[in-house]
């Protein structure tokens, strides 16, 4: 789906498709530097970051192990609630694994913190984050991204596996919702 499919929900297109395979590209040399002759665990989490772990997944040459987490923390609204819940926990034995979480956005931070220090508890080898997009607030919480795509304003977006009432995840693009969906 295409910003002019939905002509009128949205205010700004902030990343572009293209942007984003770009950067995802980069991401994924660094992640093969560092994981050379070592397994790797994908970790997603449902269910925005799908788009991006089939695209980090595909543009990787190395191979990889994936598994999903759904986790719920926002509810239908647009914030955080803190409340941090396994819908559907993984199916992997995390012990002695190398685990990288995929995740679409780091707001709060609070699901991830919660979620981090919930994977480390299983014995992995190690745990590093990937994240498309981080929001300015999450410098509050004490995160260590080791892969970021890209640092957002503060707005509510939606788009590349992003929701709004479990709306718009199939946009290409990243985009500002218009307040008016919302308010
Ligand atoms: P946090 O706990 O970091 O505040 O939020 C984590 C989750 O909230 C994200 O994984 C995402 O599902 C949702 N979220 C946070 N910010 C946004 C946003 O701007 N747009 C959408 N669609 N979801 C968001
Ligand atoms: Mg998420
Ligand atoms: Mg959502």
């Known amino acids: 789906m295409e910003p002019r499919d939905i002509d009128g929900d949205l205010t700004e ?11 995802l590209a980069e991401l994924c040399r660094r992640i093969e530097a560092d994981y050379a002759g070592k397994d790797l665990l994908l970790v997603g989490v449902l269910k925005g970051a799908v788009m991006v772990m089939a ?10 192990a994936m598994d999903w987490m759904a986790v719920s923390s926002y509810g239908s609204g647009t914030q955080s609630s803190g409340v941090v ?22 707001d709060s931070g609070l699901t991830l913190s919660w979620l981090i220090a919930n994977l480390k508890s299983r014995q992995p080898e190690s745990v590093e ?7 300015p607030d999450a410098a509050r919480v004490d995160i260590d991204v080791k892969y970021l795509g890209f640092d957002i304003p503060n707005q509510f977006v939606v788009g590349y ?18 307040p008016h969906i919302y308010s």
């Open 85 to 106: 819940r396994i819908l559907k926990d993984l199916d992997t034995d995390l012990h002695g694994r190398n685990v990288l979480i995929v995740e679409d956005i780091i």
């Open 129 to 135: 984050i990937c994240a498309l997009l981080r929001k």
């Open 161 to 178: 596996g992003l929701d709004y009432a479990e709306k718009y995840r199939n946009l290409r693009s990243v985009a500002v919702l218009a």
């Open 55 to 64: 695209d980090l997944a595909r543009e990787l040459k190395h191979p990889i």
């Open 13 to 23: 297109i902030l990343i572009e498709e293209e942007q984003i395979h770009g950067r």
